[in-house]
C-alpha cells in the first residue's frame, strides 16, 4: 500500500508539472493533452487500486479472508503510440455510393483528420462526410454545411483557403473506446489526401 500511495504522489505531481508547463513555440500541444490524459487515468487507476486493497484489509481485520484484488496485475496506467494516416489522389466516380475511407480499432483519441482538395472546381467540394466513433454519428453533413457552422463549432473547420487553392475540411479531437470510421458519400470530389493523425492506446506500462 504505502508503494502505491508513493505512485500516486508522483502521477499527482507529474500531472501539476504538465499542468503548469509554458507553452512555446517549440511546444507540441497535442503531446501535452496525450501526457496529461496518461499521467490522469493512471493517477485514477492507482486510488481506485488503493480503495480495493484498503477495503480488503478492512475485510480481514472483521475477521473475513483476503478477497483477490483485481487490478494489481495492471498497474501503470493506458499508453499512445501516435499514427498518422494519409491517402493521397482520392477520387470518387460514383455518387451515392458510401466509401470508407479508414477504420480505427481499439481505443485512441484523433487529434485531426484533414480533407483536403483543390478549389479550382466546386465539385471538389460537393461531397459529404461522415466520422462515427463507437456506434455515435459525430459529423455527418455536407462540405458547404459544415462551413456555414464553423463559426460555431470549436472541433469543426471547414474553408476556402485561397492562399492555397485548396478547399478544407478538418475534425479534431475525437475519442473512441471500440473504433472510428471516415466515410465520404455523394461525393463528386478528387482530394489531393485525405490525412488522419491519431494516439492509439496500446495498453498499460
Request: a negative charge.
Amino acid at each position: 500500500m504505502r508503494e502505491i500511495e508513493v505512485a500516486i504522489a508522483k502521477k499527482k505531481k507529474a500531472i501539476a508539472s504538465i499542468k503548469g508547463r509554458t507553452l512555446d513555440k517549440f511546444t507540441n500541444i497535442d503531446e501535452l493533452i496525450i501526457e496529461l490524459i496518461e499521467q490522469t487515468e493512471n493517477t485514477n487507476e492507482l486510488l481506485v487500486l488503493l480503495n480495493r486493497i484498503s477495503l480488503a484489509q478492512l475485510k480481514v481485520q472483521s475477521g473475513g479472508e483476503m478477497p483477490v484484488i483485481e487490478g494489481l496485475e495492471g498497474i501503470g496506467g493506458s499508453r499512445y503510440r501516435s499514427r498518422v494516416l494519409r491517402v493521397d489522389n482520392v477520387k470518387f466516380s460514383i455518387v451515392n455510393r458510401d466509401e470508407m475511407i479508414f477504420k480505427l480499432e481499439g481505443g485512441g483519441i484523433i487529434s485531426e483528420i484533414e480533407l483536403i482538395s483543390s478549389n479550382l472546381t466546386v465539385n471538389n467540394k460537393n461531397y459529404k462526410a461522415r466520422v462515427v466513433a463507437d456506434d455515435n454519428v459525430i459529423y455527418n453533413d455536407s462540405w458547404d454545411n459544415y462551413n456555414s457552422r464553423t463559426n460555431h463549432e470549436a472541433d469543426m473547420t471547414a474553408y476556402n483557403n485561397t492562399i492555397d487553392n485548396k478547399y478544407v475540411l478538418l475534425f479534431q479531437d475525437i475519442c473512441y473506446d471500440e473504433y472510428c470510421t471516415l466515410e465520404v458519400y455523394e461525393s463528386y470530389a478528387e482530394f489531393d489526401y485525405i490525412n488522419v493523425k491519431y494516439h492509439e492506446k496500446i495498453g498499460f506500462l
